[in-house]
C-alpha cells in the first residue's frame, strides 16, 4: 500500500477523540464530520487576504441554513483549535454572512441557493462543505457522502483551483475527485 495514503488515514482516523470513529455506524454521523472539518485544514491553504496565520482571529466555521449538527460543533469546538486559532462556530442564514467564515458548511436545506452560495463563497475564499447527492458536481468544494457504512469525502477539483484555496495533493490521494482539473467541460 501507498506510504502517502497510510499517512492520509492515520490523520483522518486517528487522533480523532476515542469516543469517535470513521465508521458511521458505531457513532453520530455529525460528530464525526464536525471532526473532519478540522482535518480538512490540514490540507488546505488560504489566500494571504484570509490572514489565516493571525492567531489573534479566530477561525470560523459557519453554517448556512438548517444546522444538522445540533451542538456538536459548538460542543467540539469550545476547546479545541483550528491552525492554532480559536474556533468560533456561528449559524447564518443570509449571504452577506458568509464573508467572515474560513469553512462554510452547506446542507441540503439550502439546494434551492447553492449556486449564489457558491459564487459568494467563492469571491470570499470560504472551503464549503456539504453532505448532499450532487452538491460537488455543481461546485461545492467537499462532500461528504457514506459508501461501506463509512463516511467517505468526494472532491470538486476544478471548483477547488478556481476558489483561490490550494489544496494538498495528498488528499486528493483518498478523495472521490469530481471534476478533475484539466478535464474540459
Known amino acids: 500500500m501507498n506510504m502517502r495514503f497510510i499517512i ?10 476515542a469516543d ?10 455529525y460528530t464525526v464530520k464536525a471532526v473532519f472539518l478540522e482535518r480538512f485544514t490540514r490540507f488546505i491553504e488560504w489566500p494571504p487576504d484570509r490572514k489565516i496565520d493571525d492567531i489573534s482571529k479566530p477561525f470560523v466555521i459557519a453554517v448556512i441554513g438548517k ?3 445540533g451542538s456538536k460543533l459548538d460542543n467540539i469546538y469550545s476547546k479545541r483549535k483550528i491552525r492554532d486559532k480559536k474556533v468560533k462556530v456561528i449559524y447564518i442564514s443570509r449571504l452577506n454572512q458568509i464573508a467572515g467564515a474560513h469553512i462554510l458548511f452547506i446542507p441540503e436545506s439550502e439546494k434551492k441557493r447553492l449556486q449564489s452560495i457558491i459564487s459568494r463563497s467563492k469571491e470570499k475564499h ?4 456539504g453532505d448532499s447527492k450532487g452538491f460537488a458536481e455543481k461546485g461545492v468544494l467537499f462532500n461528504f457522502y457514506t459508501a461501506s457504512n463509512q463516511i ?3 472532491i470538486n477539483e476544478k471548483a477547488v483551483r478556481g476558489s483561490g484555496l490550494s489544496i ?6 483518498v478523495a472521490r475527485v469530481v471534476d478533475p482539473a484539466g478535464d474540459s467541460e
Open 67 to 69: 444546522n444538522p449538527f
Open 168 to 173: 494538498n495533493y495528498l488528499l486528493l490521494n
Open 20 to 29: 469517535l470513529s470513521c465508521q458511521v455506524s458505531e457513532y453520530d454521523e
Open 152 to 154: 467517505k469525502f468526494e
Open 8 to 17: 492520509i488515514i492515520i490523520i483522518f482516523c486517528t487522533g480523532i477523540p
Open 126 to 129: 470560504v472551503l464549503t462543505i
